[in-house]
């Protein structure tokens, strides 16, 4: 890593060199943390340094407690940690699946299940069944449940699943109690977990099961246990296994749990095949700034993500967007006014959701909390019940409710997001089938999302890279269409192939950032591949 020279500005001119303690004129441009005489004093230090030299550092905050900064100024798409799963397991609530690969064996006939000559638990296949993930430990502490308990209905979720990833835990104590350590000393929120009603299900499902059952009383008290269980809930992190389809579990990454929430997050993360994660910046992050990550959804609006994280994380999220009624000038939770054409109806105190009244920004006009909860709840049972591949609903909900919530609203952004990639995939919608008027409605789509995206996902982020691949392609097929009718000059079809082509690589940048497993790694292969032919193309003109 590069030195770079010290100046006043940064606040360390007076350093001295690390290894030979003379006057620095270097700091050490990986982690910015300490500085040197020379480049030949970087390089003897090295070995020592190696293991310290990261973009971040861990500090203490009053508000947030152990928190993640930047040491150094990070650029978009700069690396500033990988780390891989101490472990992984089921997510409450799931189907049966196997232990080891997280297969859903929903769909699986019992002859063709392979179950644990130890413990009777389905597994997919027998080298699953042996593999490090299902440990002899684990084996030997489920196979005290075999008296109690056969999974045989597949489609059902069953409650021993709920039980997996906390007793994965809590069994590094004695198989890796250096893990174990990390584990345990992240936060759990008992206290607050204890007055919820969570507590009284994990005691039941998990907690008197493990003792009872499981026969773990002498190893783990029942705070421990509950402790586990927290530590999940608050800091572990949704995966999407490779070939899993729709499954999702759960990873638990220590460092990344040190990474403080904010509805608009300044990096993102990829977890690839193996578990690793690695988090980029997504935006600059200044020497100084907080790393922060994002637990809701982005483009959810403001009563949902807080909800959410009420429920899950057990915290009431103030952050500056969560703070603002206009949602960053995004309006993603605004209606319109019933009284002027062209207001907007916004909370007046966001932080207080169920109490404050909501008012026009132009006018007199107000409503209660009660009326706007109520006017949302039924527009999303409504959005609920539209099929993923349901093109013409989505279209009617977009236009049956234009005069009643902003254009940006989170529904309305849902609704785009699905059309900006239903139009060009669905069967009957096929990209080469499509009319002018519908690749034009596909771009609008795109750049309407995009608009939204760019402020409360910003950056180099999945929703930007997908959300340009798919704005190429109707462009492309609009120019060449136009070019082909004589209506467009040369000139003018190179200008707009200029154009794709300048989407398509910012599209390519973001999606090689992917795990190429994934169906966005996928996507971006695909972009490659597109960029490439459509330079030949330009080349060729």
């Not at 001295?16 to 020379?38: D, T």
């Not at 196997?98 to 063709?112: G, K, M, W």
């Not at 699943?161 to 000393?185: A, M, V």
């Amino acid at each position: 890593m590069m030195n770079r020279a010290e100046s006043p500005a940064n606040g360390i001119s007076s350093k001295v060199c690390a290894l030979c303690r003379s006057k620095a004129s270097q700091i050490c441009g990986g982690c910015g943390e300490i500085s040197y005489c020379s480049k030949e004093h970087q390089k003897q230090h090295w070995a020592n340094h190696k293991s310290q030299c990261k973009p971040y550092k861990i500090v203490f905050d009053q508000k947030y407690g152990r928190i993640m900064v930047a040491s150094k100024n990070i650029k978009p798409g700069e690396i500033i940690f990988r780390e891989k799963a101490i472990f992984t397991g089921p997510k409450q609530g799931c189907l049966p699946c196997c232990l080891a690969c997280y297969t859903s064996l929903e769909n699986v006939e019992e002859a063709s299940l392979f179950r644990c000559p130890g413990c009777n638990f389905p597994f997919c296949q027998e080298k699953c069944a042996k593999s490090p993930e299902h440990g002899e430990t684990e084996c030997k502490v489920l196979s005290r449940t075999k008296s109690r308990i056969t999974i045989t209905d597949m489609s059902k979720s069953h409650p021993v699943y709920q039980c997996i990833s906390p007793l994965r835990g809590l069994l590094l104590k004695t198989t890796q109690p250096k893990l174990f350590e990390q584990f345990n000393g992240l936060e759990n929120h008992n206290d607050l977990r204890r007055k919820s009603d969570y507590w009284s299900v994990y005691q039941i499902n998990v907690v008197e099961f493990l003792h009872k059952v499981c026969e773990l009383s002498d190893q783990f008290t029942q705070e421990e246990i509950h402790s586990a269980c927290g530590a999940l809930d608050v800091n572990a992190y949704e995966i999407r296994p490779p070939n899993s389809g729709q499954q999702r579990i759960l990873g638990l990454f220590p460092l990344a749990s040190m990474m403080s929430h904010n509805c608009v997050s300044n990096m993102n993360h990829v977890i690839d095949a193996k578990y690793q994660m690695t988090v980029r910046a997504s935006v600059p992050i200044m020497r100084g700034e907080q790393v922060f990550s994002s637990y809701a959804l982005a483009l959810e609006g403001t009563r949902e993500r807080r909800s959410l994280l009420r429920q899950s994380k057990l915290f009431e999220c103030d952050c500056s967007r969560c703070s603002d009624p206009t949602e960053c000038s995004t309006y993603l939770s605004a209606l319109r006014c019933q009284k002027c054409p062209t207001g907007f109806v916004l909370p007046i105190r966001p932080l207080d959701e169920k109490e404050t009244e909501w008012k026009c920004n132009l006018c007199s006009y107000k409503l209660t909390a009660v009326v706007v909860n109520r006017v949302v709840d039924k527009l999303k049972e409504e959005f609920e019940t539209i099929g993923p591949n349901e093109v013409e609903k989505f279209e009617g909900f977009l236009s049956r409710h234009a005069s009643l919530v902003h254009p940006n609203h989170f529904l309305f952004t849902s609704a785009r997001q699905s059309l900006s990639q239903l139009y060009g995939r669905d069967e009957k919608y096929l990209l080469n089938t499509l009319t002018m008027e519908q690749l034009e409605r596909k771009v609008v789509i795109c750049r309407q999302l995009l608009d939204v995206a760019d402020v409360v996902e910003p950056g180099l982020t999945r929703i930007r890279g997908v959300t340009l691949y798919e704005m190429h392609a109707p462009m492309l097929l609009m120019a060449r269409r136009t070019f082909e009718a004589g209506q467009i000059s040369s000139a003018e079809f190179k200008e707009k192939i200029e154009t794709v082509r300048s989407i398509l690589s910012e599209a390519t940048r973001i999606l090689s950032l992917e795990d190429p497993a994934s169906t966005e790694g996928a996507m971006g292969s695909a972009a490659v591949q597109a960029l490439d032919q459509i330079q030949r193309w330009i080349s060729s003109m």
